[in-house]
């Protein structure tokens, strides 16, 4: 099975990320943020993905080291459980809509992170939660997974619709790339033979 547990203590959050590639989309998470819990429950849940996030920060000052610090450590749990990357088809992508809202998710899973945001809020929050955080999550998950990652608002007008169309697209174009392909038997999906 290819899973990690990863754990980040600091100053202003301690983390626990325990994630199954090979899952049935199990979620346990606990961020002291309602709204972002509820997203990483709906992101494992359409990644087919079991994770476990314990993310205790320090949320008297805000909640940008809560969002940004558990997307690394997210994205470390990836990187670890992805091994070396072989015999997964590396790419992939998803179109998701809810509602007035459609959203695109385009991944490369080259080990060279990389991420387009061309997502724009009306509203400075969600619930209590500030959207200008999603893109720190998005981020710091790219870049500690080694995604390429591309995310794409096409048009929407309820914030809550934008977020969680975007965290579902992220979820099934990530579910296609890690998917192992049988007809590479076990080889890394690149002419130079490595990622």
């Not at 080291?65 to 670890?80: F, N, R, S, Y």
């Not at 991420?115 to 998950?141: S, Y």
């Not at 990530?174 to 192992?180: D, G, K, N, Y």
């Amino acid at each position: 099975m290819r899973t990690a547990s990863i754990q980040r203590n600091t100053k202003e959050t301690q983390i626990s990320v325990t994630m199954n590639l090979d899952g049935t989309g199990m979620a346990k998470v606990s961020t002291g943020i309602g709204f972002f819990d509820h997203m990483l429950e709906s992101f494992a849940k359409h990644a087919l993905i079991d994770l476990t996030v314990e993310t205790k920060g320090d949320l008297h000052i805000d909640m940008h080291h809560t969002v940004e610090d558990t997307g690394i450590v997210m994205g470390q749990a990836l990187k670890t459980a992805l091994g070396d990357f072989a015999g997964i088809r590396r790419f992939g992508h998803a179109y998701i809509p809810m509602d007035e809202t459609l959203s695109r998710a385009s991944i490369d899973l080259s080990n060279r992170p990389y991420l387009i945001w061309n997502v724009h809020f009306e509203r400075p929050k969600v619930g209590e939660m500030d959207t200008e955080l999603f893109k720190e999550w998005f981020h710091a998950f790219a870049g500690n997974g080694g995604l390429c990652l591309h995310v794409e608002n096409l048009y929407g007008q309820n914030t809550h619709h934008i977020i969680e169309s975007c965290y579902k697209a992220l979820a099934r174009a990530l579910r296609a790339a890690i998917e192992i392909d049988p007809r590479l038997g076990g080889a890394v999906a690149s002419t130079k033979g490595v990622l």
